[in-house]
């Protein structure tokens, strides 16, 4: 079953209208009602008149969702909001509203826009925790409303340990006290390697190597900046021996990595930067050293990393860690 994405303007009004009326007219009554519900033909078709217009999702030529993409001003800048966003009943879990959310960051990126941002209703704890797993944070509430961003996903590939350390020394520039650091990949993927990278990058002190032994090191700058704090959580049993560190002393003052935090760091803080390395499966001259070409994409989460130039290229939709 494949979700096809295409994009529309005041013509498709009428494919949205049935998609808004289905998805919309199934959830509970809510007090004031939805503000989609009072949406007609001809007032979709003209929002879909103005700026980039929206998306349709079909799945067998059957449309199954759809959304108004809206260039907007925000307290975080300009930023594209993902209007009437809806998936009819009999599509869902299929796939549907993560292809449309990938479908908008390329959007908001041929836009030159920083990041998308969404309106969900107080009371709809569920649908506030689907945009939280989809990479949305909350930044502000405006009852009845609780406003939500995603900044933009980059990526770039690091043919060797050289260049992987080159990488991490770019995305140190634009790093600062009280940044979380979640690294993820498998086994000698290179998260140790991108790690020296930032060390360096930051002006610390002592080499940096896998800290698995004794958990967590300190290293402290040389430089006037801050210190980087570099934790092994792979020998780690859960969130609360990763509290037991007393890594909270140190979060505002140091940028802190975590290998192996998927899942588990995430508790630390709201706003942070996932870091994915995976190998170029299939690239030439592929094997087991460090020389081995990498994929490393960055998945910032959280208004902190709104119009921050992370290193290398945008990623087609951009993905979270699973």
């Known amino acids: 079953m494949t979700v096809e994405i295409q994009r529309i303007g005041p ?27 009072a949406e007609t033909v001809e007032s979709l078709g003209a929002a879909l008149g ?4 929206g998306l349709l999702a079909t799945i067998d030529g059957a449309v199954v969702g759809g959304l108004v993409l809206d260039p907007t001003a925000t307290a975080h800048g300009e930023l594209l909001a993902l209007r009437r966003f809806g998936v009819v009943p ?11 959310i990938g479908a908008a960051v390329d ?8 990041g998308l941002t969404v309106l969900a209703r107080q009371e709809l704890e569920a649908t506030i925790g689907f945009w939280n797993s989809s990479g949305f944070s909350e930044v502000a509430r405006h009852a009845p409303y609780v406003e939500m961003v995603r ?14 350390r080159a990488l991490a020394g770019d995305l140190a ?14 086994l000698g993927a290179g998260k140790t390697t991108f790690t020296q990278g930032l060390g360096e990058g930051l002006g610390v002190r002592g080499g940096i190597t896998s800290p ?38 140190s979060l505002d003052e140091a940028v802190t990595v975590v290998e192996w935090g998927a899942g588990m760091a995430e508790a630390l803080a709201d706003e942070r930067l996932h870091v994915q ?38 990623l087609p939709g951009g993905g979270l860690p699973g």
């Open 212 to 249: 698995t032994f004794v958990i967590a090191r300190v290293h402290p700058s040389l430089v006037d900046g801050p210190a980087l704090v570099h934790v092994d959580a792979y020998r780690l049993g859960g969130l609360e021996e990763l509290d037991d560190l007393d890594l909270d002393t």
């Open 90 to 100: 009999t599509a869902r879990h299929h796939g549907v509203a993560h292809v449309l």
């Open 50 to 53: 103005k700026g980039p217009g």
């Open 107 to 114: 959007a908001a990126r041929e836009l030159g826009i920083a």
């Open 11 to 37: 013509e498709a009004a009428s494919d949205l209208y049935a998609v808004v009326r289905a998805a919309f007219e199934g959830r509970p009554p809510l007090d004031p009602p939805a503000d989609a519900l």
């Open 151 to 164: 900044p933009l996903p980059a990526g770039a590939e690091a043919p060797d340990a050289d260049a992987m």
């Open 277 to 314: 390395i995976t190998r170029a499966v299939g690239a030439a001259g592929a094997g087991d050293g460090d020389d081995d070409p990498r994929r490393v994409e960055f998945v910032p989460v959280g208004a902190r990393w709104l119009g921050v130039a992370l290193p290398g290229g945008g």
């Open 173 to 186: 520039k634009v790093l600062k006290a009280g940044d979380l650091l979640v690294l993820s990949g498998e």
